[in-house]
């Protein structure tokens, strides 16, 4: 969908993609471009990922911005010699990246069988002090775990952070937003109530419009998301809101900008 479909000047940022995921990456970013994106935050999940994505960055360097991270679901298939490397890699390019990402806790059933609570508490606490180090900002993934999440960030002395799609407790919502931290809509927006809820209770101020792609979305048609999916984004956020399409991709591109530093590659046309 054209950007003029939806907004009249805005371009819009996914501030939070799995570009190393998708199965036709050229075809994704032109389409993206297309549908008015500007910038596209590429969130690792491990060392492959993490090498992936900043190939993928010097390939489309105006486009493309890395976040290096290492994701909880990752834990329990490395060893801690892997685990310790992957950290080093992020060190070694962290002029390059724009934040510290994916990285958190994840506390469904199946994941905490593979990777115990305190191990994944542990390897959060080192990639955040890298992003309190480096003053970088921390994009957190925090399912089932967003009290734990808060605390551990807000502990480690994190000045910018952004809990993605976030669908957890009002309480823990008001202290995230109390703290001047941002959370993130996907398209989930449209259809998932807690999501929703979330959004509803957040200032715009305080938004960010993701797409987590190539994340499968929808309940009676699925469909396989990429970045120009975050027009979906922004069009659900505008619902909830009862807001205008502009005055949402406007606030939300400002709150990116400032998150990420990105003030120099994203414009009003």
């Avoid at 407790?169 to 931290?181: K, M, N, P, Q, W």
Wanted: include cysteine.
């Amino acid at each position: 969908m054209p950007l003029s479909y939806v907004t009249k000047l805005t371009q819009l940022v996914d501030t939070h993609a799995h570009l190393d995921e998708l199965d036709d990456l050229e075809a994704a970013l032109k389409a993206a471009r297309e549908a008015g994106v500007a910038a596209i935050i590429a969130v690792g999940s491990g060392q492959e990922s993490n090498q992936k994505l900043i190939e993928i960055h010097r390939s489309h360097p105006h486009l493309v911005y890395p976040a290096l991270g290492l994701h909880p679901w990752e834990l329990g298939r490395m060893e801690p010699s892997k685990v310790d490397s992957t950290i080093e890699f992020i060190q070694e390019k962290i002029d390059d990246v724009v934040a510290i990402g994916e990285i958190g806790l994840d506390y469904d059933k199946r994941v905490v069988k593979m990777t115990s609570k305190e191990l994944q508490k542990k390897i959060f606490r080192r990639l955040l002090a890298l992003a309190r180090e480096y003053d970088k900002p921390a994009s957190i993934h925090s399912r089932y775990a967003w009290k734990d999440c808060f605390d551990i960030v807000k502990e480690a002395g994190i000045q910018k952070a952004v809990f993605h799609w976030f669908t957890g407790f009002s309480s823990v919502l008001r202290e995230i937003i109390d703290a001047g931290y941002f959370i993130s809509a996907t398209p989930a927006a449209e259809y998932h109530e807690e999501h929703r809820r979330a959004i509803r209770e957040t200032p715009l101020e305080k938004l960010l419009l993701e797409t987590d792609c190539p994340v499968a979305y929808g309940r009676a048609n699925r469909y396989r998301s990429s970045p120009s999916d975050v027009i979906r984004s922004l069009k659900a956020v505008a619902a909830i809101k009862d807001a205008d399409k502009e005055t949402v991709a406007q606030q939300t591109t400002r709150n990116a900008q400032a998150l990420f530093g990105l003030k120099a590659q994203v414009t009003y046309r």
